[in-house]
């Protein structure tokens, strides 16, 4: 069965820490990989996107690294602000004329002053 | 552009009611989607349309109906709710891709329905 798990479930650091949020897949065919993020009370928006063939990508203070081998994926945020508190979703989508996606339940993320 | 909006924001309904949960997009998108949101778990498909006039089932559409009478406009129906359908329902839309192209879903703010 097609999965996408994410951990920790919930990390709270400081402002001005980093942080490493990690997304583990079973999906095969394997298309791409998204992350996005969710604030308190809005619909997800995309931060990055990577191919299998694509090893990090960065959005701003987001760097996202894949291993399509091990099917792992991390988020990295640097210099925290008081606004990444947020979710942050993993989403993994198959390479198949159905194009399923796998959403991940999620990291919730707290930044303390 | 207002992107991806959804109506109500919030709502409470009894056991048995029904209701109508309305997407709009203005981004002229063939392909809409509503998704359930529940704590501990993933963005859940309901039902999905990939064109004006065409609806799909996806990964949990019992006690829900959808229809898509204009491009812009995806309306999710639920006849009988149940306490089961608590949730944050979310609507999002996509532009058209050729072959197995890349693209991006655009979420709209949520719905928070509760059923006593």
């Known amino acids: 069965k097609n999965q996408v798990e994410q951990s920790p479930q919930s990390l709270i650091i400081l402002e001005g820490k980093n942080c490493t949020l990690q997304c583990n897949y079973t999906v095969s065919p394997f298309s791409n990989l998204r992350w996005y993020k969710q604030d308190t009370g809005r619909g997800p928006v995309s931060l990055t996107i990577m191919t299998f063939s694509e090893n990090t990508k960065s959005n701003g203070r987001y760097t996202a690294t894949l291993d399509a081998d091990t099917k792992q994926s991390s988020l990295h945020i640097t210099a925290s602000q008081l606004s990444d508190s947020a979710s942050y979703i993993c989403v993994v989508r198959e390479y198949s004329s159905a194009s399923k996606i796998i959403f991940g339940s999620g990291t919730r993320l707290s930044i303390r002053p | 552009n207002a992107g991806v909006t959804q109506t109500p924001k919030f709502r409470v309904l009894k056991t048995g009611q029904s209701m109508t949960l309305l997407c709009a997009q203005d981004?002229?998108?063939?392909?809409m989607y509503w998704y359930r949101q529940d704590p501990g778990m993933g963005l859940r498909l309901i039902h999905y349309s990939v064109g004006e006039g065409t609806t799909a089932k996806g990964e949990v559409p019992d006690g829900y109906n959808v229809s898509r009478l204009k491009k812009q406009n995806f309306l999710l129906g639920l006849e009988s709710a149940a306490p089961s359908q608590t949730s944050v329902y979310f609507c999002?839309?996509?532009?058209?891709?050729?072959?197995?192209?890349?693209?991006?879903?655009?979420f709209g703010p949520g719905t928070r329905l509760t059923v006593l």
């Open positions: 999002a839309s996509r532009g058209k891709t050729m072959g197995l192209g890349e693209y991006e879903q655009f």
């Open positions: 981004m002229n998108h063939e392909y």
